[in-house]
């Protein structure tokens, strides 16, 4: 169950920093409205937020998210900007997930 929960926060974690950029982004590149400045900053903030709550060290909470953001950029990049990833997309997602798995849940010295 904790591995579960650890990757589901993992991935809303990641959806609330790829929101946070996707929406400047709109704003300087597609000539959306600058209002989208303010739910972008709150959902960086809630990004912040979110990673502090997993009860392990700091530094090995922010190497494993590395992985699931990659994970879940993939798969923004399929459903939001509507480009099929490829096999080496894939490819490297899962092996960014699978470091994420070895580093949050491997076997530590007590």
Not at 1 to 29: D, H, N, Q, S
């Amino acid at each position: 169950m904790f591995e579960l929960k650890t990757l589901g926060l993992f991935v809303v974690t990641a959806l609330a920093e790829i929101l946070g950029c996707y929406l400047p982004y709109l704003w300087l590149r597609e000539d959306k409205s600058i209002w989208l400045l303010v739910p972008a900053a709150l959902s960086l903030a809630a990004f912040a937020w979110l990673l502090s709550l997993h009860p392990t060290a700091s530094g090995r909470v922010y190497a494993a998210y590395g992985g699931v953001y990659i994970f879940t950029a993939i798969f923004w990049l399929w459903f939001v900007d509507g480009i099929r990833p490829t096999v080496s997309d894939m490819i490297g997602a899962s092996v960014a997930v699978f470091g994420m798995a070895i580093i949050m849940f491997g076997p530590r010295a007590a």
